[in-house]
């Protein structure tokens, strides 16, 4: 197949950053994507709807002309979340998820939650009024070995919260371990999961490749083969609960290049291309469509894109380095080539 239409994708879990970082990034979003979620990890993190429709509206200014694409925006889920707070995102009808980060996880998580039972009134309350609850789920035990700590999250908080809340819809971000994947087929369906296009294509060699890669280094972290190709498998299954979430996530040269270098992989240049790529490997291109372009929408309970987007199996070069504001990034497979190309 040297051509392949498919309905315009949505990236269900994505950073835009704010300001300059912001301005630099979501055309290339835009390009690819109708609509995206909007992770709120910016600093002061984005806790109210207030606050949401502000960011918005930044996105939005900061389009490229003429540009169709729809931020659906997230609140950043603390220990003390009001249950009217729920309540105001969900009537706006412009927030589409409230995302746990445990405290301590991840890049600007330190805002996050220290003990879910804090939340317990918030989860309620997303429950009644079906707004889904987005989970970066990994143990912040230091104790953890960091390759575990997603199983252990899995086991030690993500099950018992959803027996605990049966009809609350939850999506666990970024999966990264065949026992994620496994836990996702068995549980309900309002139970999903989003995929990576780098932890479908790259497995934890890729940090460690003649030398240390920061350029490969987010988190969840990379594993080994055998999860990749669980996450692989799960993806290319037509499964409704695998979907497309890029976690494309930006940071400066010098924050990656250095001796504790934050944790993030910029793909959305070229994001659909790189999923394009791992369905290719696999031989499931058939695939692509559902897992980038239904399953998504269907979850959140959206209308399916009418649009269509064209990619060619035609090599191009990733530039070795993107503007970002003032400073510079450096993106996934950056001056390696990639075999599809967006029309
Ligand atoms: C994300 C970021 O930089 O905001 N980093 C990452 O490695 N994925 C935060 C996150 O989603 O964990
Ligand atoms: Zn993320």
Avoid at 294 to 311: C, D, M, S
């Amino acid at each position: 197949m040297e051509r392949l239409t498919l309905r315009r994708p949505d990236d269900w879990h994505l950073h835009l950053r704010d300001g300059a970082a912001l301005a630099a990034v979501v055309g290339d979003s835009a390009r690819r994507f109708a609509r995206a979620i909007v992770m709120p990890n910016l600093k002061p993190a984005v806790r109210t709807t207030t606050q949401a429709l502000e960011y918005r509206s930044r996105i939005e200014a900061a389009l490229p002309r003429g540009a169709k694409f729809e931020p659906l925006m997230t609140l950043y889920l603390t220990d003390d979340t009001p249950p009217e707070e729920i309540e105001r995102a969900k009537r706006s009808g412009a927030v589409f998820g409230v995302k746990l980060y445990p405290a301590g996880a991840t890049t600007h998580s330190d805002e996050g939650v220290t003990r879910l039972s804090r939340c317990f009134h918030a989860l309620e309350k997303m429950q009644e009024v079906g707004l889904p609850l987005l989970v970066h789920g990994e143990s912040t035990d230091p104790a953890i070995d960091v390759f575990d700590r997603e199983q252990v999250f899995i086991e030690e908080v993500l099950g018992p919260t959803i027996e605990r809340f049966p009809g609350l819809k939850v999506v666990l971000e970024h999966i990264t371990t065949r026992e994620a994947a496994q836990f996702v087929e068995v549980t309900g369906p309002n139970i999903a999961a989003t995929i990576t296009a780098h932890h479908l294509l790259l497995n934890r060699n890729a940090l460690f490749m003649g030398g240390m890669r920061p350029h490969h280094y987010c988190l969840p972290v990379l594993k080994r083969e055998m999860h990749r190709e669980a996450l692989v498998e799960a993806a290319v299954s037509g499964n409704p609960k695998f979907f497309l979430g890029t976690d494309s996530a930006p940071h400066a040269r010098p924050a990656k290049e250095t001796a504790c270098g934050c944790a993030g992989i910029y793909t959305a240049h070229a994001a659909i291309e790189l999923y394009a790529s791992a369905f290719d490997e696999a031989g499931a291109l058939d695939k692509l469509e559902s897992f980038a372009a239904v399953h998504g929408a269907q979850f959140y309970g959206l209308p399916l894109n009418e649009e269509r987007i064209t990619l060619e199996r035609t090599e191009w070069r990733v530039p070795e380095r993107l503007a970002f504001g003032p400073e510079e990034l450096v993106p996934l497979r950056a001056g390696e080539t990639i075999a599809w190309k967006l029309a």
